[in-house]
Nanobody, 127 residues
Framework: QVQLVESGGGLVQPGGSLRLSCAAS????????MGWFRQGPGKEREFVAG????????DYPDFVKGRFTISRDNAKSTAYLQMNSLKPEDTATYYC????????????????????WGQGTQVTVSS
């Protein structure tokens, strides 16, 4: 079993920054694609960022590109999401997820590409 625990959310003003962390319990972290998703009240869950097992490939939708950066530290079994220049529309619950294997069989931007999810951490951007 894999357990994912997010942390680092909070209340920030527009233009501010937060760094989210996702700590994984298992030893298979280093071989897994990892993704971040978010879901606001009354909205669909949407893809935010993805990263390959070795950190060499990353993927971002246009609405976060240039502002958010996904990274990972396999020695610590932890994935990160650095969020800069935050906007009110970034307000959501942010979830970390582990990708299914083999990665090549799935689309990394789709929720069904992931088999384990964290409990989520709330990010609120407001003045």
């Amino acid at each position: 079993q894999v357990q994912l625990v997010e942390s680092g959310g909070g209340l920030v003003q527009p233009g501010g920054s937060l760094r989210l962390s996702c700590a994984a319990s298992g030893r298979s972290f280093s071989s897994a694609y990892m993704g971040w998703f978010r879901q606001g009240p009354g909205k669909e869950r949407e893809f935010v960022a993805g990263i390959s097992y070795d950190g060499h490939n990353t993927d971002y939708p246009d609405f976060v590109k240039g502002r958010f950066t996904i990274s990972r530290d396999n020695a610590k079994s932890t994935a990160y999401l650095q969020m800069n220049s935050l906007k009110p529309e970034d307000t959501a619950t942010y979830y970390c997820a582990r990708g299914r294997a083999p990665y090549s069989l799935y689309s990394g931007r789709a929720t069904n590409a992931y088999d384990y999810w964290g409990q989520g951490t709330q990010v609120t951007v407001s003045s």
